[in-house]
């Protein structure tokens, strides 16, 4: 298994877990597995919406989270912000802009996340192809 190659997407319908595992305002992070390689993601609650994101900040190319699940969120009046841990680069949970910090004017790349029927589950995004190889 090719579990050093680090992937950037993943296929949709794989269940991540229950809605209610993260608080609401709170992250947590997801690291699969495939054949290809691994891919670790992020997921930020906010209410009955999940929004996702690879987990890698485009300033460092690091995980926004210094250790497992330990990541800050804080709630603003203009929305929900993520940090990163290392930097303390802020990202706008809305759209993955970065709003200060080293890494200003950039973006996370979106990982698509739903909910359905309370399980968070990876959802599908741009074409076919993208995904396919990671299915063996």
Not at 36 to 45: L, N
Not at 108 to 133: D, Q
Request: hydrophobic residues 40%; charged residues 20%; proline residues 8%.
């Amino acid at each position: 298994m090719a579990t050093d190659t680090r992937i950037y997407i993943t296929p949709p319908g794989i269940k991540l877990g229950p809605l209610a595992d993260i608080a609401d305002g709170a992250a947590r992070g997801f690291r699969l597995s495939f054949k290809a390689g691994r891919f670790d993601g992020v997921v930020v609650r906010t209410g009955d919406t999940v929004t996702g994101y690879v987990d890698l900040c485009p300033h460092a190319g690091v995980p926004l989270a210094a250790a497992p699940d330990d990541y800050i969120v804080h709630q603003v009046s203009t929305g929900t912000l993520l940090a990163c841990r290392w930097h303390g680069a802020l990202f706008e949970v809305a759209d993955g802009a970065c709003i200060s910090g080293p890494c200003k004017g950039q973006r996370l790349e979106p990982w698509p996340v739903a909910v359905m029927r309370g399980t968070i589950v990876t959802a599908r995004t741009g074409p076919r192809f993208r995904w396919l190889p990671f299915l063996g």
